[in-house]
């Protein structure tokens, strides 16, 4: 079942809950394997507290899972090849994309502190997920002192505000909070830089090629000023930042470079070649988009447990500057496509929200004694699907209830963690389905004001894209998305990123991949111009109702 090139190419999604990889047909994009691995320490919820916003996870998490994944995916493939002996040789490429920003902490060796025996319990030395939001004060001073410390405001390509989910302020965060942790570390390190340094051997802090998606984006790397923000203005945060800083070197790598080979013990674990070339990280949405169709007018909402909105759009001429839009999460030459300007937004909840209420809606049947666990996971597997048929039944009024996606805070447009999700409207006839609705909606309002920002900001959007599991899952909220924003909303059939395949050297660049190995349309919703006509008047209430509760938000 080879393609034409007889060869293949690989990628590792890490996701929020596990990681998936994927084996392609590096010809014409033919899925050979695939497999999910959960990550085991998370799914016990060790190392987390969501009442805090606090959320870790353990690197062992990500070695294992990763393992697990690609003998699986690995497994599959032989099992589709009339020569499965020859997938080793074969298989071109391997690339790694992770949510963002999560970066740990390490020593000089580019261990990750929780690595080592004194710190294999200790969350500050574990990785901080991207919806880990304790930093919230770090993130405020960081953007109280780019705007009055007297030089460049080093915030001025991510959108003009730096967020507590970003690298520095919850690095900030934790050497402030934990002194074993300071003294220990040595260096810092976003996990798709450890991952794909970790298969290679290129661990150690002077050897790392750092994402530049991740640090334009997250860590406020331009060339501008010659890579991250200057010591001065570093050290006055806190002194120890400094030498953190200068750890990271000041260059960084587009994802279409080759960072290094498998090493001789990851080849041996994963059954493949040493000489399987492995392709600088990025983070999820980015190399999503690519697989997404991403082109110039073309937004790319990645749509799981957040969402990441990407676009890019053409270098300014030469003698011109840049033009900055703000509120959104950074513009970065290169984070999607080499040569292009990649530009970011995104929602801190999307199917987060859905997993909240389908928690709150479990708490008798979790906690009551005597239930039957097979029976009440079997109505939790099924619960949130229902309730998504029956709010079909529900047809938008000016008078539905109205609720605030802001449940674990705003990302887009302009960052603040410290925000809280609100309903309003609730009535006794308001029931489960109804608020169901109410909350596929408001993911709907706040893609829609993503919409305007960049709109605003000067991007001309064409066509939209939604990819991700909840994209292709709910045929509703889709539908409601279509609906608010009155646009097309066109879902992929798949999410696999031909960025690797050019790195092989199989494809001149990104886009003639991208034809060769794209997934297609699923399917395309049209909005309802009656059901639009009405969100035309929900929106403007869902924007009444943020503008109060950012109000009264202290």
């Known amino acids: ?105 390490a020593d000089a060796t580019g261990t990750p502190l929780a690595l080592l025996p004194e710190f294999a319990e200790d969350p500050d030395a574990m990785f901080i997920l991207w919806k880990d939001h304790t930093s919230v004060r770090e993130a405020d001073e960081i953007n109280a ?31 402030r909070k934990n002194d074993a942790v300071k003294k220990a570390a040595f260096t810092a390190m976003e996990h798709c830089d450890w991952i794909t340094a970790e298969l290679t051997g290129t661990v150690h802090p002077e050897k790392i090629k750092r994402s530049r998606c991740a640090a334009g984006h997250k860590m406020m790397w331009h060339e501008q000023w010659g890579g991250y923000p200057p010591g001065e203005f570093l050290e006055k945060l806190d002194p120890a930042l400094v030498a953190l800083r200068d750890s990271l070197g000041t260059e960084t790598w587009t994802t279409d470079t080759v960072a290094g080979k498998l090493t001789a013990a990851w080849a041996e674990k994963l059954s493949l070649s040493p000489e399987t070339i492995v392709c600088v990280g990025a ?9 997404g169709d991403a082109a110039p007018g073309v937004l790319v909402k990645s749509i799981g447990t957040s969402t990441c909105d990407v676009i890019i759009g053409p270098r300014a001429p030469a003698g011109k500057t840049e033009a900055l839009i703000g509120g959104i999460c950074g513009q970065v030459d290169g984070s999607v496509v080499p040569g292009w300007i990649g530009y970011e937004a995104g929602q801190s909840a999307y199917g987060d929200y859905y997993a909240w209420f389908r928690k709150l809606l479990m708490w008798p049947l979790r906690n009551f004694a005597g239930m039957d666990p097979a029976f009440v996971e079997e109505v939790e597997k099924k619960l949130l699907r229902e309730l998504e048929k029956e709010a079909e039944n529900y047809d938008p009024a ?43 909606e408001s993911t709907a309002y706040g893609a829609r004001a993503i919409i305007e920002t960049f709109e605003e900001g000067g991007i001309h959007i064409e066509k939209i894209m939604a990819i991700g599991g909840v994209a292709r899952k709910s045929i509703l909220g889709m539908q409601i ?58 929106y403007e209430q869902y924007r009444k109702l943020g503008s109060f509760i950012e109000g009264e938000t202290k």
């Open 1 to 105: 079942m080879t393609g034409k090139n007889e060869y293949y190419v690989a990628g590792a999604d890490f996701g929020s809950d596990s990681v998936r990889v994927v084996i392609l047909d590096a010809a014409d994009g033919t899925v050979m394997g695939q497999s999910v691995s959960y990550y085991p320490r998370w799914k016990k919820g060790l190392y987390c507290d969501p009442r805090e916003n606090r959320f870790r996870q353990h690197p062992k998490d990500y070695l294992e899972s990763l393992t697990e994944a690609i003998q699986g995916a690995v497994t599959e493939a032989k099992q589709k090849m009339p020569q499965p002996d020859t997938l080793s040789n074969r298989l071109r490429a391997f690339c790694i994309d992770t949510t963002g920003s999560t970066p740990v902490l």
């Open 145 to 175: 002192l780019a705007r009055s410390w007297g030089g460049t405001d080093f915030t001025q390509y991510s959108g003009g505000v730096y967020s507590s989910e970003w690298f520095w302020a919850k690095i900030l965060h934790t050497i």
């Open 283 to 291: 983070y999820d949405a980015h190399i999503g988009a690519v697989g």
């Open 398 to 440: 000016e008078t539905s209830p109205v609720a605030l996606d802001w449940i674990n805070g705003r990302r887009t447009p302009w960052a603040n963690q410290k925000l809280c999700a609100a309903i309003q409207g609730l009535n006794l006839g308001t029931d489960a389905p109804a608020i169901m609705r109410a909350l596929l």
């Open 481 to 538: 998305l279509a609906d608010v924003t009155n646009r097309d909303i066109h879902v992929t059939a798949g999410d696999q990123s031909p960025a690797i395949a050019t790195a092989a050297g199989l494809y001149p660049d990104i886009f003639t991949a991208q034809k060769a190995l794209s997934a297609g349309t699923e399917r395309i919703h049209k909005p309802d111009p009656a059901r639009a006509a009405v969100y035309d008047t929900l």
